[in-house]
């Protein structure tokens, strides 16, 4: 019984297109957040919910929506895709902002065309 | 800006022995800092964590050191085993702060 799950694993499109990539998690958890691993390895915040309310919002382009329905979904939705996009998308979740120990999914493979 | 620097890609250590992992960061503000584990096709896992009021925490087999003077952490697995074979990610958080900034990851191979 998968923790984070993403959906869907890999995802290759045109560029252009609009996306979504789905998290769900059944821990429990009050927090979720979406992390990028680029080209270069690093893992990059990109947005984190609380209760569905929005406490990080990086520097990311506003072609990048999160949508939180409910605390257990975390969803990312990206329009009009571009090559640099290309990335590896995590999901994460944590009991609370102030808890670190994050849990996460095992990622989205994102490759633009 | 890479405030949080894992400079050796990989280190390969026989099984039984220590594996040392390091990692430098740049920013003074940093209070809290984490080690998480990862591998192939899966996220991230947590694995030890350790503030900046301390200068050591212990979990079985991993050890993590810090050296706030010297904005230093390390992480030692003693005896490491091939189940440790993975990238470690350090990561940092700034008081005030509920964002994790990470490092860029370390592959460990542990040879049996």
């Known amino acids: 019984d998968t923790a984070v799950s993403q959906t869907p694993k890999y995802l290759v499109t045109q560029m252009g297109n609009d996306k979504s990539i789905k998290c769900e998690q059944n821990?429990?958890?009050?927090?979720m957040y979406w992390y990028k691993q680029d080209s270069k390895k690093f893992l990059k915040i990109m947005f984190s919910y609380n209760n569905k309310e929005l406490i990080i919002n990086e520097t990311v382009p506003n072609r990048f929506s999160p949508k939180s329905p409910d605390k257990a979904h975390l969803n990312l939705h990206i329009n009009s895709l571009e090559l640099g996009d290309s990335a590896v998308y995590f999901c994460?979740?944590?009991?609370?902002?102030?808890?670190?120990?994050?849990?996460f999914g095992s990622g989205t493979r994102l490759t633009v065309v | 800006d890479q405030q949080v620097k894992q400079n050796s890609p990989s280190l390969s250590v026989q099984e039984g022995r220590i594996s040392i992992l390091n990692c430098d960061y740049t920013n003074s503000m940093f209070d809290y800092f984490l080690w998480y584990k990862k591998y192939p096709a899966e996220g991230p896992t947590f694995l030890i964590s350790i503030s900046s009021i301390k200068d050591k925490n212990e979990d079985g087999r991993f050890t993590v050191f810090l050296n706030k003077s010297a904005k230093h952490l390390s992480l030692h697995i003693v005896p490491s085993q091939p189940g440790d074979s993975a990238v470690y990610f350090c990561?940092?958080?700034?008081?005030?702060?509920?964002?994790?900034?990470f490092g860029k990851g370390m592959k460990l191979t542990v040879n049996p």
């Open positions: 990561a940092a958080k700034q008081g005030g702060s509920e964002k994790l900034v």
């Open positions: 994460a979740s944590s009991h609370s902002a102030a808890d670190y120990g994050y849990t």
């Open positions: 821990l429990g958890h009050d927090t």
